[in-house]
């Protein structure tokens, strides 16, 4: 049972937008940031959001993240076949210990 | 060019113990907080534990509390995990992840390529 809580599954036909969500409590999503993380087959995760909305250089502006209260979302705009991987999103708690959602496999149709 | 290189997988009973490494560089080692995250086979990533910078706050998973020990060595700019009392449950990938902050903050900039850790008899 992950801490965080995200469908576990999502999917796009190339050019559409897509959104995943995340869903914490006041203890983590709240009061903290919120991170996205890709997961491609076979590879490390890879940071892709950080702190709720922001890109690290390299990644694309389709990518884009918001938070809400205690939920997070990240959407993809122009889907592309690429963008197949599993998607996780995470947070600090306050408890002090890291968070994670199960994650959301993305297929691209 | 950020690089953590995890060793020390294996194949180990139940109940035995295992001592992972990550070994770090291209960064300032003792700047940042670091951290394990696992992954079971098929299954999402886990939060196993985290240490700040000089190793004065360090917190871990309920799941591995009392049995696992997350220490480092900013000399040797090194992260370790020792594991004791193994059951298959932690048996995953484990990945050794660089914090973007010296305390820990969730945000794991960087992260290893995994050493697997088989649990079973």
């Known amino acids: 049972q992950s801490v965080l809580t995200q469908s576990p599954s999502a999917s796009g036909t190339p050019g559409q937008r897509v959104t995943i969500s995340c869903s914490g409590s006041?203890?983590?999503?709240?009061?903290?940031?919120v991170y996205w993380y890709q997961q491609l087959p076979g590879t490390a995760p890879k940071l892709l959001i950080y702190?709720?909305?922001q890109r690290p250089s390299g990644v694309p502006d389709r990518f884009s993240g918001s938070k809400s209260g205690t939920s997070a979302s990240l959407a993809i705009s122009g889907l592309r076949s690429e963008d197949e991987a599993d998607y996780y999103c995470?947070?600090?708690?306050?408890?002090?210990?890291?968070?994670f959602g199960g994650g959301t496999k993305l297929t691209v149709l | 060019e950020v690089q953590l290189v995890e060793s020390g997988g294996g194949l180990v009973q139940p109940g035995r113990s295992l001592r992972l490494s990550c070994a770090a560089s291209?960064?300032?080692?003792?700047?940042?907080?670091m951290h394990w995250v696992r992954q079971a086979p098929g299954k999402g990533l886990e939060w196993v534990s985290g240490?700040?910078?000089?190793?004065?706050?360090?917190g871990y998973a309920d799941s591995v509390k009392g049995r696992f020990t997350i220490s480092r060595d900013n000399a040797k700019n090194s992260l370790y995990l020792q594991m004791n009392s193994l059951r298959a449950e932690d048996t995953a990938l484990y990945y050794c992840?660089?914090?973007?902050?010296?305390?820990?903050?969730?945000?794991?900039?960087?992260w290893g390529q995994g050493t697997l850790v088989t649990v079973s008899s």
């Open positions: 992840a660089k914090d973007k902050d010296s305390h820990s903050s969730g945000w794991y900039d960087y």
């Open positions: 291209g960064f300032t080692f003792d700047d940042y907080a």
């Open positions: 240490i700040n910078w000089n190793s004065g706050s360090i």
């Open positions: 006041s203890s983590n999503i709240g009061s903290n940031y």
């Open positions: 702190s709720n909305d």
């Open positions: 995470a947070a600090w708690d306050d408890s002090l210990s890291g968070a």
